[in-house]
Each structure stands twice: as structure tokens, then as C-alpha cells.
């Protein structure tokens, strides 16, 4: 019991550190652009990985999982989609502190639209618009996964089954980063063709805007026209041109970085973190939240409990090195773009395809571990994991696509999830409803939306 005790203090210990060091901003305005990592920089791909950063971040989507729901399962913030143009690096690294106010992504996204000809707008429109059924799509190919992982929490176990089949689910995930991986390869293409075109009166304005520091972004209007566009346009505009800036001034280091919860995304952490946040004009959301709560959940936990959580960090350890070098594959594949040079296609979506066999190996790992430790908790420690949630009982509660409530979907069988097939089921498709049909002839995550 003793050595078991140390465990648990060393770990404690280790979710402590994180906390003070993984959330928190480095001082000082950076550099233009990225720079190597020192002791001063601690937002780096290194740092992300860090056992540190990952024990804390999985800990935080497993009290988020244990204490959340279906709904907030399915909260994602766009910006992880295709998230491959160092958006993510220069909201960390911002000199300002200000990369996680729900006005950081909007003041950017407004200087760069200002620097844009009318022409180049309308190529990022018209990209939104043939985007716009495929980034509906990704969201609702997120659903079975999700409705699957927390049927196994809840014991809810199809006959013939003896949980969730880890090869179906790594499929799904496969299926679902394919998708990620051409949504990103035809950004890049319209985004590289626009830097390609860019005049030098537009190229020294954009100079005037720094990477990492928001103290040089101008406060301007609107830049768009709301009315000619519906509102998954407007969004993805919008995303299209804060990342078209950070892809510009930043660097295939910046490309490559994600914070340490950009994988299994199905577990609620977003929906706990970051959806109070949702329309509030200059909120912060919290950048202690994650490593707080990671560390008083395990800190709830039995020794038995906070191992099978512990044990995750190694487990995945393979996989996560893996993503890095695929990561950097397809961003030094999508930065082919803005020189103009040929960009493979094919590999792209290859590479796609097994980042999401890895974050479909992670995520199960991840489901199985919660559902165990969610199956021995005593009444005592729901209670006080229910206590560590913070929350507005104002606030959404989804369901969700990205970060617009949408009413309930109905999922159809998820049987496949847990290694069982079934015969999918005829059914009429109301007007703006969600299905998912099943049948073992089928791509089983494949989502049909009724038509109106």
C-alpha cells in the first residue's frame, strides 16, 4: 500500500507541474513567426506530448465523460477540423494572453479579410460553399462513435457482444480523418493559390500583423456581408481566413503543433471547457481549467482507479509519436500549395487515413478506460466528481454540430461499434433530421440527412 501511495503522489505531483506549465502562455512578444523551443517557450509539439501534458488532458476528458452526456459529447470547436495551418500554435504562443478569448479568432480573421480583393473573397466563399455539406458531414460522422462510447459507460452491451470492437472502431475514426484530410488538402489549394496572388501592398500590410502577437492586430468591422451567406458559410470563411494568416506568417513547426487535446475528441472536454464560452462576446475560457480538474479527478480516484487512467499515457505513447510524423507529412505536403509545386493528393488522404486509425486506437483506449473506472465508482466519488464540474445551468447543453445546438439526431443502430451487425431498417427521413443507416454491406459511418 505504501509503494501504491508514492505511485499516486508522483503522479499528483506530475498533474500539478503540468498544470502551472502546459496552460500558460509564455511573456513577451515572440518573434515573427515561430521559433525553436527554449526554456522561456513552452508551447512546442515536444511539450504536447510530454507525458505531463497528456496525463492531465486525459484525465480532464475522463471527469468531463463521467459527469457530462450525449449532448456535450458532441461539442467541437471548428478549428480542430483540418487543423494543419498553425492556427492553433499562434493562439497558444499569443504575447497578448489572449489566444483563448472568443475574440481572438475574430479579430484576426477581420485583418486578413481586410487585406483581401473582393476576387479572393469570393474564392474563400466559393470554397465554403463546396465545403459546406462535407464539414456538416464530418460532424455527423462523429455521432456514432460517440453514441457507441457511451453506451459501453452505461453497460448498454448488445446481445453477442462483449464490448466495444476495437477494429470497427478504428475504421470509423479511418473513415472520419479521410474526410479531415480532404477537407484540408482543398483549403490548402484555394489558400496556397490566394498567398500565390497576393500584391505588395497586401504582402506589407500583412507584415504590420504579427504572428504569436494579437497587440498588432488592429480592432476593424465587420468584413462580410451575413445576409448573402448562410451561416456554416459565414463560419468557414471566417476559419479559412485566420488560418490563411497564421498559415502565411507562421511556419511548418506552427503547421505541425496541437494542443494536447486535439485527439479523442468524442469524450465531452470541449463540451465542458469551452462551450460556456459560446456566444459571449470577449470571454476567456480558462487555461488552468484542464489541469486543475485533471488533477483533483485522479486525486478521487482509488489506486486501481487512477492506474487504469495513468496507464493510458503509455499505452498510447506509440500512437502519438506516430501522429507527429504524419502530421508533419501533411503539413509539408500542404505548404507544396503556396510555392505552386505539385501536392499529392493520394497521400494525403493516405496519411489521413491512418492518423485516424491512431486516434481511433487512442480513442478506444480511452473509452474502455473510463467505462472501468466509471463501472467502480461509489456513490461517494460521483458525487464529488459531479461537484468539480463547473457549470451554467444557462448555458447550452447541446446536442451539437461543432458549436450550434441542433435538436436531438436519432442515430440509428450502432451494434457495429460493439462487433454486431444488423439489418438496417427503412425509414422515412423527415425534413432536417439526422440518420445513420446501418447494414453490413454499408460504409457504417455513413450519415444520411433528411431533405426538405
Not at 293 to 305: H, V, W
Not at 314 to 331: C, F, G, H, K, S
Not at 365 to 377: I, N
Request: glycine letters at 8%; hydrophobic letters at 35%.
Amino acid at each position: 500500500m505504501k509503494i501504491k501511495i508514492t505511485v499516486l503522489t508522483l503522479v499528483m505531483s506530475l498533474c500539478a507541474w503540468a498544470a502551472m506549465t502546459q496552460d500558460r502562455p509564455p511573456q513577451g512578444p515572440p518573434p515573427r513567426g515561430p521559433q525553436p523551443r527554449d526554456d522561456a517557450q513552452r508551447y512546442s509539439i515536444e511539450q504536447a506530448v510530454s507525458d505531463q501534458a497528456q496525463l492531465h488532458t486525459i484525465a480532464f476528458d475522463g471527469l468531463a465523460f463521467l459527469t457530462g452526456d450525449f449532448g456535450l459529447d458532441t461539442f467541437l470547436p471548428p478549428g480542430k477540423v483540418s487543423d494543419y495551418f498553425g492556427f492553433q500554435y499562434m493562439r497558444d504562443i499569443d504575447a497578448k494572453e489572449g489566444g483563448h478569448n472568443t475574440s481572438f479568432l475574430t479579430q484576426i480573421a477581420f485583418n486578413m479579410l481586410a487585406v483581401l480583393s473582393d476576387d479572393q473573397k469570393a474564392q474563400l466563399q466559393a470554397l465554403a460553399v463546396q465545403q459546406e455539406n462535407d464539414i456538416r458531414q464530418f460532424a455527423e460522422k462523429r455521432l456514432p462513435l460517440i453514441k457507441a462510447f457511451r453506451r459501453n459507460l452505461e453497460g448498454d452491451i448488445p446481445a453477442g457482444s462483449k464490448g466495444l470492437d476495437k477494429n470497427a472502431v478504428v475504421k470509423c475514426s479511418a473513415d472520419l480523418y479521410e474526410l479531415d484530410g480532404l477537407l484540408a488538402f482543398q483549403r490548402a489549394k484555394v489558400m496556397g493559390s490566394i498567398i500565390r496572388s497576393l500584391n505588395t501592398e497586401q504582402k506589407a500590410a500583412l507584415s504590420k500583423l504579427k504572428f504569436g502577437d494579437s497587440r498588432t492586430w488592429p480592432d476593424l468591422p465587420e468584413q462580410l456581408d451575413k445576409r448573402s451567406m448562410s451561416h456554416e458559410v459565414n463560419v468557414a470563411m471566417m476559419t479559412y481566413a485566420s488560418e490563411m494568416f497564421s498559415w502565411y506568417a507562421g511556419s511548418l513547426e506552427a503547421d505541425t503543433y496541437f494542443c494536447p487535446e486535439r485527439h479523442g475528441m468524442y469524450f465531452g472536454g470541449f463540451g465542458m471547457k469551452t462551450a460556456p464560452a459560446m456566444g459571449k462576446q470577449n470571454y476567456s475560457i480558462s487555461t488552468s481549467l484542464t489541469g486543475d480538474s485533471g488533477e483533483a479527478f485522479l486525486a478521487t480516484l482509488t489506486d486501481a482507479q487512477c492506474k487504469l487512467i495513468t496507464d493510458l499515457v503509455d499505452l498510447q505513447r506509440q500512437d502519438l509519436a506516430e501522429i507527429v510524423r504524419i502530421r508533419r507529412a501533411i503539413a509539408t505536403e500542404l505548404r507544396l500549395f503556396p510555392k505552386g509545386e505539385y501536392t499529392d493528393k493520394d497521400k494525403v488522404l493516405s496519411l489521413s487515413r491512418r492518423y485516424g486509425e491512431l486516434d481511433g486506437e487512442m480513442s478506444y483506449l480511452y473509452a474502455k478506460a473510463f467505462a472501468d473506472v466509471g463501472k467502480t465508482l461509489t456513490a461517494q466519488q460521483k458525487e464529488k466528481l459531479a461537484r468539480m464540474r463547473t457549470s451554467n445551468p444557462s448555458g447550452p447543453k447541446g446536442p451539437f454540430l461543432y458549436s450550434t445546438p441542433i435538436n436531438m439526431p436519432r442515430i440509428e443502430n450502432t451494434d457495429f461499434l460493439f462487433g454486431v451487425q444488423s439489418q438496417s431498417r427503412q425509414t422515412a427521413l423527415p425534413a432536417g433530421k439526422t440518420f445513420v443507416l446501418r447494414s453490413p454491406a454499408e460504409d457504417h459511418c455513413r450519415v444520411v440527412t433528411g431533405q426538405s
